[in-house]
């Protein structure tokens, strides 16, 4: 299982992945402190919102959603071929392959590849918003974020090497990123539900119960949703509910979704361990 998690973080260094995609985040950090740096919001208050509690928010919400994407597509593409290209390798292989090794292996290179890239983007991120507005969040509560977006792109990974099994790559990435997207809008329309609530007092569990069978499809949009939440800290009760829209974090699950991501990812790569069965040399 070592020896594989190793050749594939050799793969990836070979493919330049990590390298090319580090490249790409410290440009979105740079041109994110840039774009910030325009902001000319002051902390007298704007109605009933304070102006830097407000800049606070919509810069941590705007961020969020293009780190939760970045994160996504990073996941998704890296680990489209993951078990697919391996079928040759099968043939090549004078010792005979464990598929546990195999695909366990596969889901330690590529999800410790997504961890490192989704730290830099959120390390980037919190450092664009604190130069500028400064962060309402506590310690904990920023590292709770980090391990919500950890946890997206470990359960995006496990679905994409799920995939992979029968999926040519590029048809795995369109699928997955497919089912991100349903699963984001599901979760979008939740909050839209929830806010409409809040301010007119209609109820709508229909869009709940849909976002929540979503959620359980694939908690990608639920613990992006928790990142946030726990990002914003002190600001939470600050902010009218609508001010972020369908990107906010107005309703979140409960706690316990952390838990269920970590057996969702444990499932879903068994299952694709199951898969594999008949690729194995045994």
Do not use: C
């Not at 020896?3 to 070979?14: D, N």
């Not at 994110?32 to 830097?52: D, K, M």
């Not at 991100?180 to 809040?198: D, E, K, R, T, W």
Request: no cysteine; proline share 4%.
């Amino acid at each position: 299982m070592r020896v594989w998690a190793r050749f594939t973080a050799v793969e990836i260094g070979r493919k330049r992945l990590v390298q090319m995609a580090a490249a790409g985040a410290v440009l979105y950090g740079l041109l994110l402190f840039w774009v910030l740096g325009q902001v000319r919001l002051e902390a007298a208050p704007i109605g009933i919102v304070n102006g830097t509690a407000l800049a606070q928010a919509s810069a941590l919400g705007i961020a969020f959603f293009i780190n939760y994407g970045l994160i996504a597509l990073f996941a998704a593409f890296a680990t489209a071929g993951a078990l697919s290209a391996d079928r040759d390798l099968l043939a090549l292989v004078v010792r005979p392959v464990s598929r546990r090794a195999m695909v366990w292996g596969r889901f330690y290179g590529y999800g410790g590849a997504t961890v490192l890239y989704a730290t830099l983007v959120y390390v980037l991120v919190l450092l664009a918003i604190g130069l500028r507005f400064g962060l309402p969040s506590t310690v904990p509560e920023l590292l709770a974020a980090w391990g919500f977006f950890a946890a997206e792109g470990l359960a995006v990974t496990a679905v994409t090497l799920l995939a992979s099994v029968w999926l040519s790559p590029m048809a795995n990435g369109i699928a997955v990123l497919g089912l991100y997207f349903l699963v984001f809008l599901a979760g979008s329309i939740g909050q839209l539900a929830h806010i409409a609530s809040s301010l007119f007092g209609s109820s709508t569990p229909a869009f709940g119960y849909t976002s929540a069978i979503a959620n359980l499809v694939l908690p990608s949009d639920a613990v992006y949703r928790w990142a946030l939440f726990e990002a914003m800290g002190s600001i939470r009760t600050t902010i009218p509910p609508a001010l972020l829209g369908p990107l906010g974090a107005d309703s979140v699950t409960s706690p316990l979704i952390a838990v269920y991501a970590v057996v969702y990812v444990a499932g879903v790569v068994w299952l694709a361990e199951r898969g594999w069965r008949h690729h194995d040399l045994h």
